[in-house]
């Protein structure tokens, strides 16, 4: 587990994944201290990490990490969890040009800076995704393949690994990469596929989906995530890749069926949308083969039911979230 003295740095504190993992870290490790970076933009996600704001064992800065001076935020850190990343498909279609600068120059300066300033940095992890492995009809992707990218985000965090495990094999930065399934939960962004069926199931309108609605994810929740990555720590290799992820396999067709389910919507209705301009190449099914982190020790321990259940309540009793 982490040390019980150290000083780590959250990228993407006020993000989903972020500011899960930052709050998990403030509550189970009592000696622990955060400093957390942020864009100053969107203050609507500072809500994410409240309970932790006023926290003397939590700072945060505004920084862009892409662009600003990151000598002060690495200065006797211990540990680097790289979270931050623009990560809407449908944004990076649109426009590339910030993926790029998030995803790629902001990594590299953020392992540059490690390289210069954090003199005891004991391990950067690396968040990375699915996608970076493109799409897989049958079967499940390994860590070993080859990386196949699709589109202009999950080519950029290709590029973020593949800078990272250059940064290890060059420099000897202490690296570990991990590559997760879709995560799920409270606080996610609303525009995110999630929050869009559950706000279209309460408002009783189409749920839309894209193309014929068998385009395959698997699904994990943040906790799973996050305790996937706190187990990584120790039991995990330096220089090595893991796949992190739960199994649970969803057409996005069954995904909207399942949420109507749960929300009792038994004459909810499905839009499906054309996607071929929207989301073009859109990948068919991703899957990951997770015996790599398991053979550690770690296994999920969030069911899909129970965690959707989670989620969609939460979203009810935080309706303002969708404003």
Not at 36 to 54: C, F, M, T, Y
Request: proline share 5%.
């Amino acid at each position: 587990m982490i040390d019980s003295s150290s000083k780590i740095l959250v990228t993407g504190v006020k993000g989903f994944i972020g500011s899960y993992f930052a709050k998990y870290v403030i509550e189970n490790f009592k000696k622990v201290s955060v400093v957390g970076i942020a864009r100053n933009s969107d203050q609507k996600h500072l809500v994410r990490i409240e309970p932790i704001l006023n926290n003397p064992r939590f700072r945060l800065y505004y920084t862009d990490f892409a662009k600003d001076d990151l000598s002060e935020v690495m200065e006797d850190v211990d540990y680097v969890f790289h979270f931050g990343a623009k990560t809407h498909v449908d944004h990076s279609i649109r426009d590339p040009e910030p993926f790029i600068q998030s995803n790629i120059i902001g990594t590299y300066r953020i392992l540059e800076a490690e390289r210069i300033n954090a003199k005891n940095l004991k391990l950067h992890f690396q968040v990375s995704t699915d996608e970076v492995y493109g799409s897989i009809l049958d079967g499940a992707h390994k860590e070993d393949v080859t990386l196949n990218p699709t589109n202009p985000y999950s080519a950029t965090k290709t590029a973020g690994d593949m800078l990272c495990i250059s940064y290890y094999n060059t420099y000897g930065l202490p690296i570990i990469i991990t590559r997760a399934e879709n995560n799920y939960g409270p606080w996610q962004h609303p525009q995110k596929v999630m929050g869009v069926f559950i706000k279209k199931a309460m408002n009783d309108e189409p749920l839309p989906v894209y193309g014929d609605g068998k385009h395959s994810r698997m699904w994990i929740h943040v906790r799973d995530h996050v305790r996937g990555i706190i187990h990584l720590v120790t039991e995990g290799k330096i220089g090595e890749i893991y796949n992190i992820g739960a199994g649970n396999n969803l057409q996005n067709l069954e995904l909207a069926e399942k949420i109507l389910e749960t929300l009792h919507k038994p004459n909810g209705s499905i839009e499906f949308i054309t996607d071929d301009k929207i989301r073009p190449g859109h990948d068919r099914r991703y899957a990951l083969d997770t015996t790599k982190i398991r053979a550690t020790g770690w296994k999920p321990i969030v069911p899909l039911d129970k965690g959707l259940t989670e989620t969609i309540n939460w979203y009810k009793n935080n309706l303002e979230w969708f404003l």
